[in-house]
């Protein structure tokens, strides 16, 4: 390990190898691949980390830390609420490269490798409960100020939350036209505008406080 990270150039080829695994997925993506686009050798990436599925793992690591990190702020400012929720999602009107057209690195791995690899499986899992927790917490807020109406409940809007997440990542992965992951954008954010009072009032509210 000490020999890898006296590597100047490691930030970089970690990088490059995220990209491939972005790309071609973990099962398509062979050790010599790795190898010709990192800089790598062989005796570097067992050596240094074991072995490809490790490797793997701390990638996923760094995908979190920095993609999924910049993704979450929204969701992860103090008091998040409703316009923050909002903000999550305006940010799939314009993704950057390589999202636009690989979609989520983890949100691949969830159907390819975490059905089969426990140890994945669980580093997926963390990122889903999170990001489901995230939604959670917003709503709820955005439920006590009255910004949605009080009888929402805040556990189905997160998980019609990460299902549309979900479906976001993979229409983005796919080659359907964008306006057509425009046009289901535009959907979710109207379901979720259509659960705020009307002309700002919640009767429901209303009846219960009396």
């Known amino acids: 390990m000490a020999r890898i990270h006296r590597d100047l150039d490691l930030e970089g080829r970690l990088d490059r190898a995220m990209q491939v695994f972005w790309a071609k997925g973990y099962y398509d ?105 995230l939604v959670r917490k917003a709503w709820s807020n955005a439920r006590d100020r009255g910004e949605v109406r009080v009888a929402t409940d805040p556990d189905l809007v997160a998980d019609y939350s990460v299902g549309a997440v979900l479906g976001l990542w993979a229409m983005a992965r796919s080659p359907m036209p964008r306006d057509s992951i425009a046009h289901y954008l535009d959907g979710v954010l109207s379901y979720l505008r259509n659960l705020r009072p009307v002309g700002g009032v919640d009767r429901d509210r209303d009846v219960r406080s009396t």
Not at 94 to 119: F, I, N, R
Request: hydrophobic letters at 45%.
């Open 29 to 133: 993506t062979s050790i010599e691949t790795l190898m010709t686009r990192t800089g790598l050798n062989r005796a570097a990436l067992y050596g240094g980390f074991g072995s490809k599925r490790k490797f793997f793992e701390m990638i996923l690591g760094r995908y979190r830390a920095t993609y999924i990190a910049r993704w979450f702020a929204p969701l992860e400012a103090p008091n998040a609420a409703f316009a923050e929720l909002e903000a999550f999602f305006r940010q799939f009107r314009d993704l950057p490269a390589p999202a636009a057209k690989l979609g989520c690195l983890m949100c691949l791995t969830s159907s390819e490798v975490s059905p089969h690899v426990p140890s994945v499986e669980r580093i997926v899992s963390r990122y889903l409960g999170d990001l489901r927790t």
